[in-house]
């Protein structure tokens, strides 16, 4: 089965400091990955996506993502992490059946807290 | 320029009523989704249209819901004989089409609260 996994519910990180979010995957076939951010009574937004090509994605606010294939894993990264960061992060993987149509699978999402 | 709105921003309805949520997608839009997040939850697939055929709806949980999307703009869905499990926030987003580079724009949500 398709599916993706956040394994932190929180992650805790002091500003200035780098910051990961975890995220690992479960496709059949070509994986295409996506990172979303998800601020208070605010629609998600996206950040970044892997299709094909570089293993390093780099998107919005300064964040990158790194795919790694033998890990079957998409982390999340950013060098400084900002207070501003502090929100809900959603790891997404879409897949493709052979009837041509396509679904998102989104992870359970990352709280992601970042102390002054 | 104008994103995905939703309307209402919040719905509280009693158990058993009938309920419809509007989804105003990006002009211009071909893809439309919808998605039911519910608290300490990813978004959870619904049904996607492509123009306005419902191209994937096997995320509907039961025949009590249903959408439409007459005129392949903008998206309504009926929830029919409301339970207090449908209590989410209904989720819509669209995209300018179902190629792989095609990142989907969300729109802020509807909050449904069933009584």
């Known amino acids: 089965a398709q599916s993706v996994a956040q394994p932190e519910d929180q992650v805790n990180v002091a500003e200035g400091n780098p910051l990961t979010v975890k995220c690992t995957y479960s496709?059949?076939?070509?994986?295409?990955l996506f990172w979303y951010v998800q601020y208070p009574n605010r629609g998600l937004q996206f950040l970044l996506k892997?299709?094909?090509?570089?293993?390093l994605v780099k998107g919005s606010y300064g964040f990158e993502a790194e795919f790694n294939k033998s890990q079957t894993s998409f982390h999340l990264k950013k060098p400084s992490a900002l207070v501003s960061d502090s929100a809900l992060y959603f790891c997404a993987v879409r897949t493709r059946y052979t009837s041509g149509t396509y679904k998102y699978i989104f992870g359970t999402g990352t709280r992601l807290k970042v102390l002054a | 320029g104008a994103g995905v709105s939703q309307t209402p921003s919040n719905k509280v309805t009693e158990k058993g009523k009938y309920v419809e949520l509007r989804c105003d997608p990006i002009s211009g839009h071909t893809a439309l989704y919808w998605y039911r997040q519910s608290l300490g939850q990813g978004p959870e697939f619904l049904i996607y249209?492509?123009?306005?055929?419902?191209?994937?709806d096997s995320g509907l949980p039961n025949d009590r819901f249903f959408a439409v999307r007459p005129e392949g703009s903008v998206s309504t869905l009926k929830i029919q004989r409301t339970e207090r499990g449908d209590s989410a926030v209904y989720l819509c987003?669209?995209?300018?089409?179902?190629?792989?580079?095609?990142?989907?724009?969300f729109g802020p949500g509807t909050r449904l609260t069933v009584l």
């Open positions: 892997y299709i094909t090509g570089d293993n």
């Open positions: 249209f492509q123009g306005t055929g419902a191209a994937d």
């Open positions: 496709v059949s076939g070509n994986p295409y």
């Open positions: 987003a669209s995209s300018s089409g179902t190629g792989a580079f095609n990142e989907q724009f």
